[in-house]
């Protein structure tokens, strides 16, 4: 069964830091795009970052030089540092992979195609 799973997540202040990390498992998770997607309450969704299965990586234009994604092939880890919160960075957000290099372009989180976490909750409050 393909699946991955989320840890990590909560609620900070403004300014603070957060980890999320997701472990796959069920599918070739070296050959496969991933990163993570977000959604908040009234928005779209949106992808956050990704790293693509030859290495490019992604960041939304608001989170560059806050966050930083991260793989671990051999874990079949995906982890994303979150440094300098903002209250707009509060969301439900989402591990994504995908080993068709397709990438979800849809309204909601979660997509209709690809891997997704079950996503967890990111509460910034100032």
């Known amino acids: 069964v393909q699946q991955l799973k989320e840890s990590g997540g909560g609620s900070v202040q403004n300014g603070g830091s957060l980890r999320l990390s997701c472990t796959a498992s069920g599918f070739s998770f070296d050959a496969s795009d991933v990163g993570w997607y977000r959604q908040a309450t009234g928005n779209e969704c949106e992808l956050v970052s990704s790293i693509t299965s030859e290495g490019h990586i992604y960041y939304e234009d608001s989170v560059k030089g806050r966050f930083t994604i991260s793989q671990d092939n051999a874990k079949k880890t995906v982890s994303l540092e979150m440094n300098g919160l903002k209250s707009e960075d509060s969301a439900v957000y989402y591990c994504?992979?995908?080993?068709?290099?397709?990438?979800?372009?849809?309204?909601?989180?979660?997509?209709?195609?690809?891997?997704w976490g079950q996503g967890t909750q990111v509460t910034v409050s100032s």
């Open positions: 994504w992979a995908d080993d068709a290099s397709r990438q979800w372009f849809g309204t909601s989180c979660p997509g209709d195609f690809g891997y």
